[in-house]
Antibody
Framework: QLQLQESGPGLVKPSETLSLTCTVS??????????WGWVRQPPGKGLEWIGN???????FYNPSLKSRVTISVDTSKNQFSLKLSSVTAADTAVYYC???????????????WGQGTLVTVSS | SYELTQPLSVSVALGQTAKITCGGN??????VHWYQQKPGQAPVLVIY???NRPSGIPERFSGSNSGNTATLTISRAQAGDEADYYC????????FGGGTKLTVL
């Protein structure tokens, strides 16, 4: 059974870079037919898509975050990572990593999700 | 950018049928997916591509999509169905609806 696990600092200072890693187990990140992505959820609010990546390295980013986001993949470690630069308090959220199914060559439904990790931006 | 509109809240009596809508311009031409999220937990996929149930999701969950509205239907609602529900599509990017809180009375 495929599982995803987020890891990284739970506290980041304003203006610094948020860095998270997602480790995939029970399956290969190099499998065709999937994208690997990040979704966040501010406390008490809804879901916001951040972006996703194919194992070859091609990416899709949320236009509203694109200037600050980098998603990368390390197939040798079966991991993918998120970097979000110049963070502010508005970036405080639970960050989920997840697998997106490709359908008609486009990222579609999301399954499964990691358990999520809370990242707080504060000095 | 594409927008999805969901009601903030829906209430249903125990054992009755709940319908949660997701509105979007010509959403019937898109593939709609639905997620259930209980407090403190990650979202779980309950419907994909409008009306398909992943393995392990009860038959009480069903979906439809036509025109400008997609609908998640939960039959014989149970207390355990109380959760937030989100619709999602791909339209040049992944888009989520704002979420609907389902209360089972």
């Amino acid at each position: 059974q495929l599982q995803l696990q987020e890891s990284g600092p739970g506290l980041v200072k304003p203006s610094e870079t948020l860095s998270l890693t997602c480790t995939v187990s029970g399956g290969s990140i190099s499998s065709s037919g999937y994208n690997w992505g990040w979704v966040r959820q501010p406390p008490g609010k809804g879901l916001e898509w951040i972006g996703n990546i194919y194992y070859s390295g091609s990416t899709f980013y949320n236009p509203s975050l694109k200037s600050r986001v980098t998603i990368s993949v390390d197939t040798s470690k079966n991991q993918f990572s998120l970097k979000l630069s110049s963070v502010t308090a508005a970036d405080t959220a639970v960050y989920y990593c997840a697998r997106l199914m490709l359908y008609q060559l486009l990222p579609n439904w999301i399954d499964p999700w990691g358990q999520g990790t809370l990242v707080t931006v504060s000095s | 950018s594409y927008e999805l509109t969901q009601p903030l809240s829906v209430s249903v009596a125990l054992g009755q049928t709940a319908k949660i809508t997701c509105g979007g311009n010509n959403i019937g031409s898109k593939n709609v997916h639905w997620y259930q999220q209980k407090p403190g937990q990650a979202p779980v996929l309950v419907i994909y591509r409008d009306s398909n149930r992943p393995s392990g999701i009860p038959e009480r969950f069903s979906g439809s999509n036509s025109g400008n509205t997609a609908t998640l239907t939960i039959s014989r609602a149970q207390a355990g169905d109380e959760a937030d529900y989100y619709c999602q599509v791909w339209d040049s990017s992944t888009v989520f609806g704002g979420g609907t809180k389902l209360t089972v009375l």
